[in-house]
């Protein structure tokens, strides 16, 4: 069968090259047609345009881009006709996603949406476009299924695909030693700063890591480098630090972290997989900050409280991050109950996620489901 696959950032990317290769698996003769990045690319298949092209964020941003993201929308519409998918699957990144779903839908394509968009968050009423233009909805956190569930959406729930990540990442890692030899890091304990992966989100979270880092000198820090970024980026904000950067490493990195201070989003529950307390921040623009207060409706924004549903770790939003940052990387260097707090937190969201496999399930069920008439 033909798929259509669209991802509009790095998660998705990763996440959408994991379904890709299931779905070969599944169904030997797959044909591949992709908006998404390097690593769907690598699994085989026709990659029409990169997630560089196309990761805005915030309203501003996207304000700013519009003109680009209209013609990268009429190209991908285009495009689904000419290729006439079997399935056309939808990775995340909504905004574009729910348009082109809306499309598909009236082109009578068969459409599934693989991560839900974030509606228990904001922008609710999108769950009647969710209900209307998609085939089947999967989520990924188990909190999902009962909230769609009451909104009258049906969805569908194999595990959470990190898990599939994770268990690739472990046949080859590679140990303390060697990690710190390759990366010629010291014997200090690591901790890991992992500031986002779009450049305003570097640009504003990073100087705030950098700025607390300064006032733990038993420590090393290493930043996770963005693929999508470039180094000069980095080193603007990180002259005359001793702070390290590494890239393509981030899964390595936290395997051989003590702490870390987390932008929030997938790589807060990455962190949390790897069993590393964390700091949870996040910092954008004055406007679009007080935009978001009265439109975001949750009581936590890091993934791994909203999945805990409870403060497990520390958040800290837009305003004095550097002294939050360090008093609470303080407390959880330093305080090993406040650090077993966290790890027996963990342990629960780790076994609430389903073991590897998501994408394999997620796979089948979308074969059978694009193959029936």
Wanted: proline residues 3%; contains cysteine.
């Amino acid at each position: 069968m033909r798929y259509y696959l669209i991802a509009g950032e790095a998660s998705g990317d990763l996440h959408g090259s994991n379904l890709m290769k299931s779905l070969k698996e599944t169904d030997p003769q797959a044909e591949f047609r992709f908006y998404g990045g390097d690593l769907m690319k690598a699994v085989g298949g026709n990659l029409v345009k990169h997630f560089r092209e196309m990761a805005f964020m915030g309203f501003f941003d996207v304000l700013a881009n519009i003109r680009t993201i209209t013609r990268n929308l009429r190209i991908c519409k285009e495009d689904i006709l000419n290729f006439n998918p079997d399935a056309l699957i939808l990775i995340d990144y909504a905004g574009f996603n729910l348009r082109v779903a809306e499309f598909s839908y009236k082109h009578s394509i068969k459409t599934f949406y693989y991560i839900s968009p974030k509606v228990w968050a904001w922008k609710k009423k999108r769950i009647e476009k969710l209900k209307k233009y998609v085939s089947k909805l999967f989520v990924i956190f188990p909190f999902e299924v009962e909230y769609f569930r009451k909104n009258g959406l049906e969805v569908e729930f194999y595990g959470n695909p990190l898990m599939d990540s994770l268990a690739e990442f472990r046949k080859e890692s590679i140990n303390n030693i060697d990690f710190r030899t390759k990366n010629n890091l010291s014997k200090k304990p690591i901790i890991a700063l992992l500031s986002g992966s779009r450049k305003h989100e570097i640009s504003r979270c990073l100087p705030e890591m950098v700025n607390a880092a300064s006032k733990f000198p038993d420590y090393q820090f290493v930043v996770a480098g963005a693929p999508s970024i470039l180094e000069e980026h980095y080193k603007g904000i990180l002259a005359n630090t001793s702070i390290r950067i590494v890239y393509n490493q981030t899964y390595s990195l936290l395997q051989n972290s003590y702490a870390a201070v987390v932008t929030s989003g997938t790589a807060t529950l990455e962190t949390a997989l790897f069993r590393v307390p964390q700091v949870v921040i996040f910092k954008t623009g004055a406007l679009t900050y007080q935009i978001g207060n009265l439109l975001i409706k949750v009581r936590f924004f890091s993934l791994v409280n909203l999945i805990a549903e409870r403060e497990l770790v520390k958040e800290f939003l837009q305003f004095n991050l550097s002294q939050d940052i360090e008093q609470e990387l303080g407390r959880i260097c330093k305080d090993t109950n406040r650090r077993q707090e966290i790890l027996d937190g963990y342990d629960q969201i780790i076994s609430s996620l389903g073991g590897a496999g998501t994408s394999n399930r997620i796979a089948k069920r979308i074969w059978e489901l694009a193959g029936k008439a």
